[in-house]
């Protein structure tokens, strides 16, 4: 397997702090692609096996801890003393410094009154309007190429259907989707092309005049919603709101693209599963729970709020431990043969919307839109395979991607 691009000798050769044992460094780094012609999840399990403990220590990205067993990263992602929010980006200096959001960044208690206004505004009740929308916008879109009997499934689908539908959410015009999308992939998936202050201060110059036309205003929408509520029993000011709603924009932009992507490309390659959906539609539910444990995309990281003794390492306050969703569901203390997908899975255990108070608020959202999108799917295009039979190709980061990939089937059915 080839994850390292640097010689263990060379990582070694690397300055490390004192707390950090020469046994527990490890060549790993967020934003490296993920070799050629390996599946992303299969490289998570094969980093999990090779290392010869479950808290590792790579130098890249200013230097960060790694949990790599499901119950050390659910403790790092859930327990805010001592793993606090205050930062959760590697590197910490450059992007944690920049991605000081909310409610993200804030620890209980402070982050309480902040989750209650999305919690309010994103649960079952206020997103029963959309569901309409939702079923209307797939069946447009999935028409549209029908009968070509080809697409490119994450630029002609995944990218269009969950962004359109989260922009309807917040009521901003679709004209702005493409620089909304760029700025929020630069915090997951940077490309280079800006810092991350940028990306904050592009995000800010885009939203501050939207919230100043919003402030005292009585829509329905996501944003006016947030902005105008109380926070316990004070106005919002206004840098919270520009926060908040920066961190609605990256979390609800991003994530469901992926996890469409993981789950079509999965679909075209199970022949067996995708005729048995296509034959009992009442199998997506169940089948909806396995993707979502089967395909987890974030790997997010806490920072250590004061000197602690933790699973068999010294953390010094200040440091920063990832605690990526993904090993949860590639642990095999969670999952026999986690790599395989298993429509009825026993037992089923995943942290793919996170663990804690943290847990993602987007979550019934993004559960709807692919109930949505895979009944709908099925009912057109019920049969489909990737285009070329070779291997697909996959970004790491904080949120985990599929690059772009084309889908076939038979137009007529
Ligand atoms: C399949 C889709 C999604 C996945 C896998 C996902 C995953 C996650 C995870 C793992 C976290 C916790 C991060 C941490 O604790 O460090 C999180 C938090 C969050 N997500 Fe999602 N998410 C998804 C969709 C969405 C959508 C559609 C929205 C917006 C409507 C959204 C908004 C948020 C927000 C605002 C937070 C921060 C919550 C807090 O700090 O209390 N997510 N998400």
């Given at each position: 397997?080839?994850?390292?691009?640097?010689?263990?000798?060379?990582?070694?050769?690397?300055?490390?702090?004192?707390?950090?044992?020469?046994?527990?460094?490890?060549?790993?780094?967020?934003?490296?692609?993920?070799?050629?012609?390996?599946?992303?999840?299969?490289?998570?399990?094969?980093?999990?096996?090779?290392?010869?403990?479950?808290?590792?220590?790579?130098?890249?990205?200013?230097?960060?801890?790694?949990?790599?067993?499901?119950?050390?990263?659910?403790?790092?992602?859930?327990?805010?003393?001592?793993?606090?929010?205050?930062?959760?980006?590697?590197?910490?200096?450059?992007?944690?410094?920049?991605?000081?959001?909310?409610?993200?960044?804030?620890?209980?208690?402070?982050?309480?009154?902040?989750?209650?206004?999305?919690?309010?505004?994103?649960?079952?009740?206020?997103?029963?309007?959309?569901?309409?929308?939702?079923?209307?916008?797939?069946?447009?879109?999935?028409?549209?190429?029908?009968?070509?009997?080809?697409?490119?499934?994450?630029?002609?689908?995944?990218?269009?259907?969950?962004?359109?539908?989260?922009?309807?959410?917040?009521?901003?015009?679709?004209?702005?989707?493409?620089?909304?999308?760029?700025?929020?992939?630069?915090?997951?998936?940077?490309?280079?092309?800006?810092?991350?202050?940028?990306?904050?201060?592009?995000?800010?110059?885009?939203?501050?005049?939207?919230?100043?036309?919003?402030?005292?205003?009585?829509?329905?929408?996501?944003?006016?919603?947030?902005?105008?509520?109380?926070?316990?029993?004070?106005?919002?000011?206004?840098?919270?709101?520009?926060?908040?709603?920066?961190?609605?924009?990256?979390?609800?932009?991003?994530?469901?693209?992926?996890?469409?992507?993981?789950?079509?490309?999965?679909?075209?390659?199970?022949?067996?599963?995708?005729?048995?959906?296509?034959?009992?539609?009442?199998?997506?539910?169940?089948?909806?729970?396995e993707f979502f444990r089967r395909f987890p995309v974030v790997s997010s990281s806490r920072e250590v709020k004061r000197d602690t003794a933790w699973a068999g390492v010294h953390l010094r306050a200040g440091d920063m431990v990832m605690c990526p969703t993904i090993v949860v569901a590639m642990d095999t203390a969670s999952a026999d043969s986690p790599l395989d997908f298993q429509i009825h899975r026993p037992g089923r255990k995943h942290s793919t919307f996170g663990k804690g108070s943290h847990t993602c608020p987007g979550a019934h959202l993004a559960r709807m839109e692919m109930k949505i999108v895979l009944r709908e799917w099925f009912a057109r295009i019920p049969e489909f395979t990737l285009e070329n039979?070779?291997?697909?190709?996959?970004?790491?980061?904080?949120?985990?991607?599929?690059?772009?990939?084309?889908?076939?089937?038979?137009?007529?059915?």
């Open positions: 397997m080839e994850v390292a691009s640097l010689r263990p000798d060379d990582i070694l050769a690397m300055p490390r702090p004192e707390n950090v044992p020469a046994e527990r460094v490890f060549d790993f780094d967020i934003y490296r692609d993920i070799p050629d012609g390996m599946d992303f999840h299969a490289f998570w399990r094969e980093v999990m096996d090779a290392a010869p403990f479950d808290v590792m220590w790579t130098p890249h990205n200013e230097g960060h801890w790694v949990a790599l067993s499901a119950e050390l990263s659910d403790q790092v992602m859930s327990e805010p003393d001592p793993f606090s929010n205050n930062t959760v980006l590697v590197p910490k200096e450059t992007a944690g410094e920049a991605y000081r959001l909310i409610p993200l960044s804030l620890d209980p208690p402070e982050h309480r009154p902040f989750r209650k206004l999305l919690n309010d505004n994103l649960g079952p009740k206020p997103l029963r309007a959309f569901e309409e929308p939702i079923e209307q916008l797939t069946i447009e879109l999935i028409e549209s190429f029908k009968d070509k009997g080809r697409c490119n499934f994450v630029t002609d689908f995944a990218e269009r259907l969950p962004v359109t539908i989260f922009m309807m959410l917040v009521d901003l015009p679709i004209a702005d989707l493409p620089k909304l999308k760029h700025l929020a992939d630069q915090f997951t998936r940077p490309d280079g092309s800006m810092t991350y202050p940028e990306v904050l201060q592009a995000f800010r110059d885009y939203l501050t005049p939207v919230l100043e036309a919003r402030r005292g205003g009585g829509e329905q929408d996501l944003i006016t919603q947030v902005i105008n509520a109380p926070v316990d029993d004070r106005p919002m000011t206004e840098i919270e709101a520009l926060n908040i709603c920066t961190q609605v924009l990256v979390g609800g932009l991003d994530t469901v693209v992926n996890m469409l992507g993981f789950t079509f490309s999965y679909l075209a390659r199970d022949h067996e599963l995708r005729r048995s959906i296509a034959a009992d539609p009442d199998l997506i539910g169940d089948a909806l729970l039979e070779e291997p697909l190709s996959y970004t790491n980061g904080i949120v985990g991607s599929v690059k772009p990939f084309n889908l076939v089937w038979s137009p007529a059915g």
